[in-house]
């Protein structure tokens, strides 16, 4: 439903998410579902409050000035995740909430702010870029431009486990579109650079990349090669992910989204690989499954099981998502 202009969940949906996400990860006592309820009630009663003061302040800026005040010109976002784990411990994976104002029609500013595990909140990103026309170049502290890690699962897919490059520190990212359909990244920061290409061909879609002292190792290279195809409400999805004697990874999925009473839905299959480890332990192979239902607007509920050859990390999880 909706309050002063802005989404508010019913408490019924949120009920639902939760108790059905503890229905299938495990059995957990009706303290530990109301707590997880009132906890997720919460923080969407404080994004409600923050989206009906932005709305606020739209209306009085559109009395009193022009169409180009700086409330037009700022955007806010962000997720909330909530992770049910098997047995039914739950817990606050997420809360970050994004902002980027457009200072300039070729300057823009974006900042990302995470909440820590100890209730702190810190800059997780920050990012000033700038379009010359030639090339987008960004002053930042996101990471370079490597690795796609698409996934419809809950966990993070093994590729982004050794290709993952979102360490602190700043640098520069240029982007290049070559023609209409190309888009060339390139990045440099004191301990690293990395170059990348991107084509979308319709419903295709494929990109490489290759990085010096991969965030795995800070001694190694990377290579790597993502591609999508849609046909219909089908999406195929592969990576791969190889460093230079670390280890190197693969992943599979397709997914199928489909509608169910009027709500989105879909389900996904995925095949997760990590060979070539240099300890031997550390290889694994992965059978995935995950079904998701948009069960009010922005907020979402996901199901994983995960099959694995080391059978210690064979579990049911869930997630429940509010994005806004």
């Known amino acids: 439903m909706m309050k002063n202009g802005v989404l508010l969940m019913k408490r019924g949906t949120l009920s639902l998410a939760v108790a059905t996400a503890i229905a299938v ?3 957990a006592s009706a303290g530990q579902a109301e707590e997880m309820e009132k906890t997720l009630q919460a923080l969407q009663e404080q994004v409600v409050a923050m989206q009906a003061e932005i709305v606020k302040m739209k209306a009085e800026q559109g009395q009193t000035s022009s169409a180009a005040d700086w409330t037009n010109k700022v955007s806010i976002g962000g997720a909330v995740e909530f992770l049910i784990a098997e047995g039914g411990a739950g817990s606050l994976d997420k809360v970050e909430l994004e902002i980027t104002a457009q200072a300039t029609d070729a300057t823009s500013a974006y900042v990302k702010l995470k909440k820590q595990s100890d209730d702190s909140v810190n800059v997780d990103e920050a990012s000033v870029t700038h379009d010359f026309g030639v090339a987008a170049v960004s002053a930042t502290t996101g990471g ?9 699962m809950v966990s993070d897919p093994m590729t982004k486990d050794i290709g993952d490059t979102d360490a602190a520190g700043a640098r520069l990212i240029a982007e290049v579109p070559v023609g209409e359909n190309v888009t060339v990244s390139l990045s440099l920061d004191d301990d690293a650079s990395s170059i990348a290409a991107t084509a979308e061909l319709g419903d295709f879609g494929v990109t490489v990349g290759h990085i010096t002292d991969v965030e795995v190792d800070a001694t190694k290279d990377a290579n790597h090669i993502s591609a999508s195809y849609a046909i219909g409400d089908i999406t195929l999805y592969a990576e791969q992910v190889d460093t230079d004697g670390v280890a190197d990874a693969s992943n599979l999925e397709v997914a199928y989204a489909f509608t169910i009473a009027g709500h989105d839905a879909g389900i996904a299959l995925g095949r997760q690989e990590r060979t070539n480890s240099a300890t031997a332990a550390n290889n694994e192979k992965r059978n995935m499954f995950a ?27 869930a ?3 509010y994005g806004f």
Do not use: C
């Not at 370079?144 to 419809?152: C, K």
């Open 291 to 317: 079904a998701t239902v948009n069960l009010d607007e922005g907020l979402d509920l996901t199901i994983e099981k995960m099959d694995s050859d080391n059978n210690a990390n064979d579990a049911w999880q």
């Open 144 to 152: 370079h431009p490597f690795g796609d890690f698409s996934s419809s």
């Open 319 to 321: 997630q429940i998502a």
């Open 25 to 27: 990860s495990g059995n």
